[in-house]
C-alpha cells in the first residue's frame, strides 16, 4: 500500500485526516514560513509545542463547520456548567470522554459560527466557490527536485474544484476588507501558500486554475471578502519561493540552520 511516507511519488489523497496529514512527512507551507524566517526559526518551530489558543481552536472550529461533512467529529459544544457541583463533575468527565480529541468550543462560540455560516452562504461569490468544489480538505504531496538533496512537499487544501482546476483557502480575519486583507496577506504570506498548493497540484498533474482567498470576519456583521493575488505581484514570491527551497536544501546537506546575518547590516529607514 503506497503511503505518505512510502514514496517519493506525487500524491492525491481526499479525505485524509487532519492528524494523519500532520504526521505524514514533508515540508509544509507553515513550516517554509518559518524557515524564511530564518532557518534557525525553522529548527526552533519544530521543537516547540504550543498548546492551541482559543482563536486557533475557534478557527479549527470553523473550517470543520464549513468544509466537513459531519462536523460533530471534529468539534463539541460545552455548556457552561458549576464544576464544583456532583452534576457538573460528573458532566465535565462524561464530555471530557465522549469528545477526546475533538476542538471545543463554548455555545456562544457556536452561535458565532451559525452566523458566519449564513454570512457565508449570502455572499454569492464565496457560497459558490464552496458548492463548486469536488474536493475539500484535500492532502497533495510531491518531491521538489533540487541539489544537493530534492525535498518532500506537502499541503492540505481547503477547496478544489477539478473541473476548473480553481483552489480556494478559508479564512478567519479580524479585518476582511480589501486593506485589512492586503496586509494579512503580506504578514502571513498567504502568497507562499498559493505557490506552494498550486505547484503541488500541477505535480499532481491536476488542472491549476485562479486561487481564491475566502477571509471572514468574526464579528458581526461577520462580512465576507473574496481575494485573488495579482498575477504581477506572485512573480517575485514565485522567485523567493524556489531560492527558499534551494537554500532548505542546502541546510540539511551541511545540517548548519543559521539564524540572523553575523556581518553589521545597514538599514535604510
Known sequence: MTTPNSTTEPLFIDGMPDSD??????????????????????????????????????????????????????????????????????????????????????KEEHETLLKMQDALHSHEV?????????????????????????????????GYDSESGNIFDLKTAEDASPNGFRKAIWDRRYDIQQIHYKWLLNENCKPVGNFYFIAQEKIAPFAVGVYMISANSILKSIEHWCSTLERFSWCQQSGNYPAYSEEVIEINI
Do not use: C, W
Open 21 to 106: 496529514y500532520r504526521n505524514a512527512f514533508g515540508l509544509a507551507q507553515s513550516s517554509l514560513k518559518h524557515f524564511m524566517v530564518s532557518p534557525a526559526h525553522y529548527l526552533a518551530s519544530l521543537e516547540e509545542k504550543k498548546e492551541p489558543t482559543k482563536a486557533m481552536s475557534f478557527g479549527s472550529a470553523y473550517h470543520a463547520h464549513v468544509l466537513a461533512q459531519d462536523h460533530s467529529k471534529h468539534y463539541a459544544v460545552k455548556e457552561k456548567v458549576d464544576g464544583r457541583s456532583k452534576e457538573g463533575k460528573l458532566y465535565n468527565e462524561q464530555f471530557a470522554i465522549d469528545n477526546a480529541g475533538k476542538i471545543i468550543i463554548d
Open 126 to 158: 464565496a457560497s459558490s466557490l464552496i458548492n463548486r468544489a469536488t474536493h475539500r480538505e484535500v492532502a497533495v504531496f510531491a518531491t521538489y527536485k533540487t541539489a544537493p538533496f530534492s525535498i518532500r512537499l506537502k499541503g492540505m487544501i481547503d
